[in-house]
């Protein structure tokens, strides 16, 4: 029997979401459970048994959940230039043509994610990159993962003309002659990558999800859901997880497709039942995704008003209501848990509608169905999340007043709806459970930065900087909560999520308490040591 104690230092045994937190002095792990805590963890410690772990004065806390990202897709981009780092414009094509220069036999260049804000309102020009890449088609994703942008060359490979229409749920954005720029949004982008550009090897996505995830587990995250998969996903899971090259949990969300969802049904419990055969403890297949929207940023998020700079545009909506109801009712009878990505005002309106329907609808159960980002939200709507107890699924670090916030997000929404924008604190004080995650590779999947975030709304680089919203800051305790006991009911893991006797040990280790510290050095924390079921991982 493997018996491990903690002393030295603090123990976080749970934290709440109104801000409270239980503590202990020591704690013992025994094979994949904790078996005591404070005294009765000193005595195991004195049986010669056991290993001993001295915490040095730091911290030992529930492992970290992810509620939110697309780890293949973040660890793909090392495979493609360095655009992210860019400082702007000229370092974008800087990186390109370095890749291309470094790869001369590379029939296309696949990169992510330039910022948007290098290009007045977020459109890129196909010419731009032709500069640097010439014949060879090049496709560029942006950060925000709904806009792509092409060189010339990838038009004509994909047959986009002037004479193209949209497609359904996209846009092709045009010059005024009608001509397309190069920006690709939505379906536009989405389509072009699935049906134009070549598909990673198999082993090159393996090796993407195998670094993300041990990635992961060097910050102290045991449990992530990949909150976008499509059926040429699941081999790649399938294959890491035979090779145990998974180094932390993942649970998989099946997008749901508004044109097929009545042929998915089926198709996604058959990949349920694949993944459940092949009983890996580190892989599930639970979950179903469905995007109402798309993002503020290039105009396709739903509002229930015009946006402010385009007064006859609310957005692009993904899914009719009713088609959208019938199809979450199906998937939910089918035994899957929802989660539904809403940014507009609108979206969120309509998620917790299609929510409510379901609740009338279908058999009571414990569901856990959660809505993902919760950018925008009315008031009136706030008190809906702890009325149809729905998770919501926060990224904090969306919630600071950044350039894409002063230069995208706020001229497009207009200052008077400034402030309906990530209401962490006001969802929370309503009765809600919140569960927090980052989106990644849209932004950084290190939980430290984002966990000062909640609470300061703020970047910890600017530590003097004005709180934006400050109505909507959090306590370190319910921040803590959010990436702890908020995930693990998110994950559907009622044994998880807190350090008490019997739940399942997972555990990181940190150099100092991020509870009692400046929350803005809370990035400067270090992860001395991360522990998933008893087994250390890092």
């Known amino acids: 029997m493997a018996l491990t104690v903690f002393t030295g230092g603090t123990v976080i045994v749970a934290a709440h979401r109104d801000g409270r937190v239980e503590t202990a002095a020591a704690v013992a792990f025994e094979n994949d459970r904790v078996v005591a805590l404070n005294a009765e963890a000193l005595a195991l410690a004195e049986s010669g048994n056991a290993e001993l772990i001295d915490l040095a004065g730091g911290t030992l806390a529930p492992g970290i959940g992810e509620g939110h990202a697309h780890p293949v897709l973040g660890g793909l981009e090392a495979a493609g230039p360095n655009v992210r780092d860019a400082a702007d414009l000229a370092g974008i094509l800087a990186a390109v043509a370095e890749w291309k220069e470094a790869h001369p036999e590379a029939e296309w260049i696949v990169g992510a994610s330039y910022d948007a804000t290098f290009a007045p309102g977020g459109v890129f020009l196909a010419e731009w990159l032709d500069d640097v890449t010439g014949d060879t088609p090049t496709i560029l994703r942006a950060w925000d993962y709904h806009t792509a942008w092409v060189n010339s060359a990838a038009l004509r490979a994909g047959g986009i003309t002037a004479d193209t229409p949209d497609p359904e749920l996209g846009r092709y954005v045009r ?9 690709l949004q939505e379906a536009a982008a989405n389509d072009f990558i699935a049906n134009v550009v070549p598909a990673f090897a198999l082993e090159d996505r393996v090796a993407a999800i195998e670094a993300s995830t041990r990635s992961y587990a060097e910050q102290g995250t045991t449990w992530v859901q990949d909150a976008w998969v499509e059926p040429t996903d699941l081999p790649t899971y399938l294959e890491a997880a035979r090779a145990d090259r998974l180094h932390t949990r993942v649970n998989l969300a ?10 998915q049904v089926a198709a996604f419990d058959a990949q349920r039942e694949a993944v459940r055969s092949l009983a890996h403890d580190r892989l599930s297949a639970d979950t ?3 995007f109402v929207d798309g993002v503020i940023e290039n105009h396709t998020a739903v509002l229930s008003a015009p946006y402010a700079d385009r007064p006859d545009e609310r957005g692009l909506p993904n899914w009719a209501e009713d088609d959208l109801i019938a199809a979450a009712r199906a998937f939910d009878l ?17 998620a917790l509608d299609t929510i409510a329907a379901v609740q009338a609808e279908n058999p009571a159960r414990e569901r856990a169905h959660v809505v993902a980002h919760v950018a925008m939200l009315a008031e009136h709507q706030i008190a809906r999340f702890a009325e149809l107890d729905v998770i919501a699924n926060f990224e904090p670090y969306w919630a600071q007043c950044d350039a894409v916030m002063r230069d995208l997000t706020i001229p497009h929404i207009g200052h008077d709806r400034e402030g309906w924008q990530y209401l962490i604190g006001s969802v929370l004080r309503a009765g809600a459970t919140v569960s927090f995650g980052s989106d990644w590779p849209v932004t950084t999947k290190d939980w430290r930065p984002a966990f000062s975030t909640a609470v300061t709304r703020h970047s910890h680089l600017e530590p003097d900087a004005e709180a934006w919203l400050p109505d909507e800051c959090v306590s370190a305790g319910a921040a803590l909560a959010a990436y702890t006991a908020g995930t693990a009911r998110q994950a559907l893991a009622a044994d998880r999520g807190a350090l008490r006797v019997g739940m399942v040990a997972d555990a990181v280790w940190l150099s100092a308490d991020p509870l009692s510290v400046d929350p803005n050095t809370v990035p400067e924390i270090d992860v001395r040591g991360t522990w998933l079921a008893g087994e250390r991982t890092y």
């Open 175 to 183: 010059d005024a002659d009608g001509a397309p720029t190069g920006t």
């Open 254 to 263: 099946f997008r749901a497709d508004p044109a097929t969802w009545r042929d």
């Open 288 to 290: 179903v995704k469905f």
């Open 334 to 350: 089918a035994g899957f848990q929802l989660h539904i990505h809403a940014i507009g005002d609108d979206a969120n309106r309509i």
